[in-house]
């Protein structure tokens, strides 16, 4: 019954329209570096959500530099083999940093792909290889319909 | 009809071919000053095929050369040139100005473009200089995503290798080329629309806002990538825009960004630049080929080849851009002038209040007391009604000890209980501090930055009022449902305020 009632009100709380004029699929509250090794990040999708019209997006807020990186980073859905759903660069994120947002599009196909039967969408972010990767971190990831 | 009716009925109805003409000769002027006609368009080529002692590879380092060679008190010396773009820590005149994230990214890279390009072609003492594009998206030729070779060869003295980028790109031998992730272009191309609502990315050239932004996010398709990602993955100073504009592969890489806005145009399909009034009016300033201060309007450059002569090689034809026709003459013809220079006779002062002025985090309502005798409040509205002339609020005598790291919204007029909106009647336009930087000291006199004032003075004076007032709002946007302002780092301080009726023509200065 509580697995139920947290459900419903994740599915309500993802499916409404935000104040930033975006919709939230999904959303993963915790902060995050990223430099040279890989990070994971594990979203709860509501797969219904993602029909609909307007594009999709992995947003990456609250994202600040300690170091900057000389590269940029691959995110794969899923499993961090084949080629990457996108790509981020933290390009200017020292300009507004601890604040900025960075969206990465992504295609409603990959995401039903890395969901497989499940809900729970795994997001691997790996510094792309030839450039020194930094330290970054960002403090929310979400999915975004807009 | 009252008089008052047929005044906004001649405005209406002159406002729109005053402009038209306005546009066509102050953009001629521009150009050239005036004195010749336009001739063909010059074309800015693919960087593919040519080679080191190609003329325009061979201007091009000439240029750069000259441009390290100008003293530091050269606007266009090579560091204070990529200083505009952004810079960590100093001062100076324009610098740190680029725009990111924001609806006036690409016309901003524009206007930065069109004045390095005629820097470098008066420098070279090449007049037949164009600067080159690097189109590393080719779908036809993957080689085209390899750094080109006289960028990645490091002979003594050659102006346009940087050891700083990241060596697997930057390598003379066996170099990488850039990922196919980081150069797709087809998901910023596909996009239908210029531009979206603030806080969202689903658009091809990044979201509307009230105001001009050094830097603010999320970034629209286009500036995801390739632009954002091209910069990150060469790395070293392209990865950073504080010194991203010291790398001369920075000027092809936003040449091809320049180009892909035109590429987009040429798809159709609906798409267009923005038809409206405060993208259009934006103001931004640089210096020319000469050092000298030059401002452009945003509406000065939305036909690349029309307005500033120039088209890319092998490009289609592009559809004509338009702005919508101002019901008043064009806005903002002072942005940027130091001091207080002597005015010219053909200006008019109708109001001169010196005041003791504080922008602060809160708003900030300065009464402007218009002239009590009916005759000078009618020139009032006469400067309004006439569309050869213009009618501008001067905010004189600014002063700054550091960026505030926030713009403020001006309105003109402003009810006392009515809420700021910058799509309202009373706005005039956004309050940027960058010009004042460093200038307090050297100018006693401040900075001066000029609002073209005649819609809002028009809506100020329908209540008949013999007093108005000029209200200050920081710029805010919209975080969690809730209206938010950046609060400012400093205050920043005015002398006077003062409104005069000028000349149209004096605007393209």
Known sequence: ?146 | MSRRTSRRQFLKTTGAAASAALLSNSVLQFLDGGTTALAAPVVRRNIKGMTASDPIIVAYKAGINAMKALPSTDARNWTNWANIHGVSSGSGPQWKTCQHGHWWFLPWHRMYLLFFERIIRKLSNTPSFTLPYWNYSDPLDATQAILPLMFRTPTTGNALYVSQRVTIYNRLLNPAPLPPSVIETSTAMGKPNFTSAAGTSNNFASQTVAAPSHFTSPHGALEHGPHDLVHSTIGGWMGDPDLAARDPIFWLHHCNIDRLWNAWLAQGGGRSDPNNLTWCNQRFNFFDENGAPVSMTVRQVINAAAQLNYVYEGEPAIPTQTCPPQIQPLPVPLTGVVGTEAFSLSRKTIVDHAVSGTLTAGRTRVALPLPKTLNARASTMEAIAQPERSLVLRIEGITVDRSPDTAWEVYVGLPADAKPDPAGPYFVGALPTFGALGHGAPHPGGFTVAFEIGAAMAAALEGNASNTNVTFVPVSTEVDGKRVSQTPKTNVHFTRLRVVEEPQEMQTQ
Do not use: W
């Not at chain 1, 450039?131 to 929310?140: H, L, S, Y």
């Open chain 1, 1 to 146: 019954m509580r697995v139920f009632v947290l459900s419903a009100f994740f599915a309500i709380a993802c499916s409404a329209a935000g104040s930033d004029g975006v919709r939230t699929l999904g959303v993963r509250e915790k902060r995050i570096e990223i430099g040279a090794a890989p990070a994971t990040i594990t979203l709860r999708v509501d797969r219904a959500s993602l029909r609909g019209a307007g594009g999709l997006a992995l947003r990456f807020e609250g994202l600040s530099v300690s170091r900057r990186p000389d590269t940029t980073f691959r995110i794969h859905l899923g499993t961090s083999a084949g080629e990457p759903a996108g790509e981020l660069s933290l390009y200017g994120v020292e300009g507004e940093n601890g604040h900025a947002i960075r969206d990465v599009p992504v295609s409603a196909a990959a995401i039903e792909s890395a969901l497989g039967n499940g809900s729970s969408l795994r997001v691997v972010v790996t510094a792309a290889p030839g450039g020194d990767p930094g330290q970054a971190a960002f403090t929310r990831l979400r999915l975004i319909r807009q």
